[in-house]
T-cell receptor, first 111, second 115 residues
Framework: GENVEQHPSTLSVQEGDSAVIKCTYS??????FPWYKQELGKRPQLIID?????GEKKDQRIAVTLNKTAKHFSLHITETQPEDSAVYFC??????????FGAGTTVTVRA | EPEVTQTPSHQVTQMGQEVILRCVPI?????FYWYRQILGQKVEFLVS????????KSEIFDDQFSVERPDGSNFTLKIRSTKLEDSAMYFC?????????????FGPGTRLTVL
């Protein structure tokens, strides 16, 4: 089955700096890669996703890149703010099948 | 904006007891999922459900687990005889349709504590 690895496990950045989280996946057939943000005690919330026919997608301060050849995808957060502090999960799936999640990255934005 | 809802928010039970976790997916969604997250760990897939039947299940989803859509709105997860290791946050998710165009939306979760 699909195996998603996520790095780093924790990330501390100064407010205003950028944060980058990287994920790799094992199943070359996977074609959908969402990123979820989870605040303490709350549900995972989708923040951005990318499909295999696209190499990069941006939504305001958040961007995701996908390298299908290398089977890795990354989340980029620019101009970080305190409210960006949360756990971020990457995931991979094939169409409507299950989501396979990475282990999560705890992001702390220092004021 | 419609959201997936789950009840109860927290369930405490004794080992060996049966529990039923309830979910109300978003109304026009057709695909339903259960995931669990043990404290401090990744979210793990349990089961997916479509057209009134299980479409996929993980190795975690053994004979102690079952799912049901008893009516047009509820989606339930039953654990027949709970074990200590079943303690986790259980998330329900739903998706409008198949294909690669739709996202899974998660409920707020039910924290299950098995004593």
């Amino acid at each position: 089955g699909e195996n998603v690895e996520q790095h780093p496990s924790t990330l501390s950045v100064q407010e205003g700096d950028s944060a980058v989280i990287k994920c790799t996946y094992s199943d070359s057939a996977s074609n959908y890669f969402p990123w979820y943000k989870q605040e303490l005690g709350k549900r995972p919330q989708l923040i951005i996703d990318i499909r295999s026919n696209v190499g990069e997608k941006k939504d305001q301060r958040i961007a995701v890149t996908l390298n299908k050849t290398a089977k890795h995808f990354s989340l980029h957060i620019t101009e970080t703010q305190p409210e960006d502090s949360a756990v971020y999960f990457c995931a991979a799936s094939l169409y409507d099948y299950k989501l396979s999640f990475g282990a999560g990255t705890t992001v702390t934005v220092r004021a | 904006e419609p959201e997936v809802t789950q009840t109860p928010s927290h369930q405490v039970t004794q080992m060996g007891q049966e529990v039923i976790l309830r979910c109300v997916p978003i109304s026009n969604h057709l695909y339903f999922y259960w995931y669990r997250q043990i404290l401090g760990q990744k979210v793990e897939f349990l089961v997916s459900f479509y057209n009134n039947e299980i479409s996929e299940k993980s190795e975690i989803f053994d004979d102690q687990f079952s799912v049901e859509r008893p009516d047009g709105s509820n989606f339930t997860l039953k654990i027949r005889s709970t074990k200590l290791e079943d303690s986790a946050m259980y998330f329900c998710a739903s998706k409008p349709s198949g294909g690669s165009t739709d996202t899974q939306y998660f409920g707020p979760g039910t924290r299950l504590t098995v004593l």
